[in-house]
């Protein structure tokens, strides 16, 4: 999301699939990747993007996508645990993206995936993936905090859209996650104290099928649609600042234990800092039970229109 995507929603349709859609079923189309016919020395893949109101690629299903080819090379028991990507260039959700699968190295217990996405013949997305057999080792994990309000306390997001515009609202309540902000979204406005930090509970909107490698992919997928907003909120800029520029840098997730994706998770963010037009936000997403499912960090562009002197 960026603040142009809240501000110009109401303007005409850039993207390919409508956003009236069943956006479960876009999501596991757009997680549903084809075999090409084209080999190289790298294995290839392709893809199509949902609909976006810019027309522009969502980071996060670029990212899911690259997972889900890297994936595809691998044995089933042998499962993803980490993954540094950088964003490079916006992609057009009009055009197919293609992934070519580099398998860089397989050990006895661990393999290593290099992906890169491409449109018109340029890369738009780089990524390299870490995946490990199950095996046994010390655990530990750092505690869920207590006292978060549950989910189903806290009001939906069509409570936070009340008088905006119908296409502005479709554009969040047609998602395929279900989000619900602690102590609030930041859409509009932001309510409160400035702070570097939140909370949101996620999951999707219906039950996913339950091929493991879907949920990891839909993990890093929804990892990415609120991680940036502890930067925001600490300086009071919501989505819909008139002029606001946000981009994703990079994107580094860590995943600890499996979790279902379709269950309610809660992902605590925070920004240690922010400087120079960029910010850095790291967030734990956690089952309900309290287990630590996965670790995330995200450094953004941000910028903001410089006011004119009188």
Do not use: C
């Not at 995507?5 to 956006?23: H, I, K, Y």
């Not at 990212?63 to 916006?90: C, E, K, N, W």
């Not at 997403?285 to 953004?300: H, P, T």
Request: aromatic fraction near 8%.
């Amino acid at each position: 999301m960026t603040g142009d995507a809240v501000n110009d929603l109401d303007g005409p349709r850039t993207g390919g699939d409508e956003a009236s859609e069943d956006p479960i079923a876009s999501l596991l189309a757009v997680l549903e990747l084809s075999d090409s016919a084209a080999r190289t020395n790298e294995d290839i893949f392709t893809g199509v993007s949902q609909w976006m109101p810019l027309g522009r690629v969502y980071g996060g299903q670029v990212l899911a996508q690259s997972l889900i080819a890297a994936a595809r090379t691998l044995p089933d028991a042998r499962t993803v645990h980490s993954m540094h990507g950088y964003f490079l260039r916006p992609g057009d959700s009009t055009q197919g993206i293609t992934f070519a699968v580099d398998r860089i190295h397989d050990g006895r217990s661990f393999s290593t995936r290099r992906t890169q996405a491409y449109q018109q013949g340029v890369p738009i997305f780089s990524m390299i993936a870490s995946f490990q057999d199950e095996e046994p080792g010390l655990e530990h994990q750092e505690a869920m905090p207590d006292g978060v309000p549950e989910p189903d306390d806290l009001p939906d997001v069509e409570d936070h859209l009340k008088g905006v515009h119908p296409l502005t609202k479709r554009f969040f309540t047609d998602r395929p996650v279900d989000l619900r902000h602690i102590p609030s979204p930041i859409y509009l406005t932001v309510d409160g104290e400035r702070m570097p930090r939140q909370a949101v509970w996620m999951r999707t909107r219906r039950a996913l099928p339950d091929d493991p490698r879907m949920h990891r992919a839909a993990l890093a997928y929804m990892s990415d649609l609120t991680i940036q907003e502890s930067v925001l909120r600490a300086h009071g800029v919501g989505w819909a600042t008139r002029g606001l520029k946000v981009a994703s840098l990079d994107h580094g997730m860590w995943w600890h234990r499996f979790g279902r994706v379709d269950e309610w998770m809660l992902y605590v963010q925070e920004s240690p800092s922010a400087r120079g037009g960029r910010g850095l936000s790291t967030g734990r997403i956690y089952a309900r039970d309290g287990r630590l499912l996965a670790s995330v960090s995200q450094e953004i562009t941000v910028r903001l229109p410089v006011a004119k002197a009188t």
